[in-house]
């Protein structure tokens, strides 16, 4: 999609795949301060270890723990962010929904919920229910984030988890489940009508959550729309051109009809 992206607005550049071993991560930090890079992505399991290797981290991805794209100063200095956590809001947003001033949850307390529930709380949410299969993490998280806002860590399931379904404008599916295993992240009956479900899994696009919370009639929103919406952000950072989200999901469709909805 980065590269539908450069093509599209004549951006003489290229996105390319490096697999990396953690050994190689200084070398390849050393190569993206040299000119010809605009910038770098990082995914799992490097988000935090690149953190080591930058000169600046914005507070947002020093608050989150985590860097997933950097671009590249003139002088060769990498500044460090976090797309998850804006690209995250940006999709809620396209769906016409707020987490301003009501309470949330969110299933998971591993990266992709530490950017979630920062950017909930940095949209203005009145508390975040962090719900986990090891509640321990969820306290964690809880603990380690609690200077943005009220952040409560629960278990999955029982009356405290449907209490806090009841009251959220948002439920959201920080988990793996629906991508490596078939299950039902959360149950979506105690949510109240005016909720969106979002769930972070965006293969397959149809998760039994997304599938669940269509039944129901709530609003649903999958993983797909963050991912484009995060790699939109990062790419104007490095280009200073934006709107390029329609082009980044067209390619997407395109290597993917199956991400398409209307292909479900
Ligand atoms: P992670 O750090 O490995 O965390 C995984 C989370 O899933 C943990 O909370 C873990 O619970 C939970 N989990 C795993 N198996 C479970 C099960 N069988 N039942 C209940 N909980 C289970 O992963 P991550 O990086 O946060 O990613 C989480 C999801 O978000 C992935 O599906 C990823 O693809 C997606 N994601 C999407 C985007 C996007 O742009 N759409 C961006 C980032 C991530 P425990 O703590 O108990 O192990």
């Not at 707020?98 to 309470?103: N, V």
């Not at 603990?143 to 029982?158: F, K, M, Q, R, W």
């Not at 649903?220 to 329609?246: H, K, P, Y």
Request: hydrophobic share 45%; proline share 5%.
């Amino acid at each position: 999609m980065q590269n539908a992206a450069f093509a599209a607005n004549g951006v003489d550049a290229v996105y390319e795949l490096r697999p990396i071993e953690s050994s190689e991560i200084e070398s390849f930090f050393a190569e993206a301060r040299s000119p010809e890079f605009l910038g770098f992505g990082v995914t799992a399991p490097y988000k935090q270890l690149a953190m080591r290797h930058l000169d600046v981290i914005e507070p947002g991805a020093s608050a989150i723990g985590a860097v997933n794209n950097g671009v590249r100063q003139d002088d060769g200095a990498l500044i460090g962010f976090n797309t998850d956590a804006s690209g995250f809001l940006s999709a809620v947003e396209a769906m016409g929904k707020s987490a301003a001033g009501r309470p949330a949850v969110v299933v998971g307390a591993g990266g992709a919920a530490r950017a979630v529930v920062w950017a909930l709380l940095d949209a203005g949410a009145e508390s975040v229910f962090v719900s986990n299969r090891t509640i321990e993490r969820a306290r964690d998280l809880a603990e380690s984030l609690s200077s943005h806002g009220e952040i409560v860590p629960g278990p999955l399931t029982g009356p405290e988890m449907a209490r806090a379904m009841g009251s959220a404008s948002i439920a959201v599916n920080a988990t793996t489940v629906g991508m490596t295993t078939d299950g039902l992240a959360f149950d979506v009956r105690p949510l109240g009508e005016d909720a969106l479900v979002f769930d972070l899994v965006y293969v397959p696009p149809d998760t039994p959550l997304v599938r669940a919370a269509t039944a129901r009639g709530l609003a649903v929103c999958n993983g797909l729309e963050m991912l484009i919406r995060q790699g939109e952000i990062a790419f104007e950072r490095w280009t200073g051109i934006g709107s390029t989200a329609d082009i980044m999901r067209d390619a997407l469709y395109e290597w993917d009809p199956q991400l398409r909805p209307e292909e479900n």
